[in-house]
């Protein structure tokens, strides 16, 4: 069972940058579609970002035009650049396939994510 750490959280105010990592234990080259998805206090996960091997991305309304994902398959690492950060974007965030299948249940069961928390 690959494990999956993800790392880059922290507190940054309104309008700043994070840029979260995902790494992997073992190659990701098998898992076509990998995604960051959030969850905030009181709500549900939420696919924020998806790309697969051939680097084809999807992201949610929310955070089309400021979030960049990438993946190094070499480095079996997944990256999420943030950028003009809002509020809103308070979360815990997590990387997992599309659909999940690393962990089970909830996002907020599959490990320890990485907090991010953007202060107005």
């Known amino acids: 069972q690959v494990q999956l750490v993800e790392s880059g959280g922290g507190l940054v105010q309104a309008g700043g940058s994070l840029r979260l990592s995902c790494l992997a234990s073992?190659?990701?080259?098998?898992?076509?579609?990998m995604g960051w998805y959030r969850q905030a206090p009181g709500k549900k996960c939420e696919l924020v970002a998806t790309?697969?091997?051939?680097?084809?991305?999807i992201y949610a309304v929310s955070v089309k035009g400021r979030f960049t994902i990438s993946r190094d398959n070499v480095k079996n690492t997944v990256y999420l650049q943030m950028n003009s950060l809002e509020p809103e974007d308070t979360a815990v965030y997590y990387c997992?396939?599309?659909?999940?299948?690393?962990?089970?249940?909830?996002?907020?069961?599959w490990g320890q994510g990485t907090q991010v928390t953007v202060s107005s």
């Open positions: 997992n396939t599309v659909p999940p299948r690393v962990g089970s249940g909830m996002c907020d069961s």
């Open positions: 073992r190659s990701i080259f098998s898992f076509d579609v």
């Open positions: 790309i697969t091997n051939t680097g084809g991305t």
